[in-house]
Nanobody, 121 residues
Framework: QVQVVESGGGLVQPGGSLRLSCAAS????????MAWYRQAPGKERELVAL???????TYADSVKGRFTISRDIGKNAVYLQMNRLQPEDTAVYYC???????????????WGQGTQVTVSS
């Protein structure tokens, strides 16, 4: 079994910052991709930032220059530093991990439960 748990959401004023954390635990053999997605009310879930094992990183155009994704390989963790937050960043943020468990040979997707980020004055 693999679990993915996020933390760090909350309420912040426009222009403020938040840091989200996510850790995967359980019978993990290796992790390839870790990413952050978000879903605002009435909208589809969208990719915010992606980190692939080996160092490749991509961002949604809407967050480039404001958000930074980073990973701690040893802790099976991924972080999202969010600066200059705007009201349109308000959403539930989900952590995603592509994991090959110890007992399996295939890569499987795992999602966290989501953490609310609200940007409002």
């Amino acid at each position: 079994q693999v679990q993915v748990v996020e933390s760090g959401g909350g309420l912040v004023q426009p222009g403020g910052s938040l840091r989200l954390s996510c850790a995967a635990s359980g019978s993990i053999g290796s992790i390839n991709r870790m990413a952050w997605y978000r879903q605002a009310p009435g909208k589809e879930r969208e990719l915010v930032a992606l980190s692939i094992a080996g160092g490749r990183i991509t961002y949604a155009d809407s967050v480039k220059g404001r958000f930074t994704i980073s990973r701690d390989i040893g802790k099976n963790a991924v972080y999202l530093q969010m600066n200059r937050l705007q009201p349109e960043d308000t959403a539930v943020y989900y952590c995603y991990a592509e994991v090959r468990a110890v007992t399996t040979y295939d890569w499987r997707p795992y999602w966290g439960q989501g953490t609310q980020v609200t940007v409002s004055s």
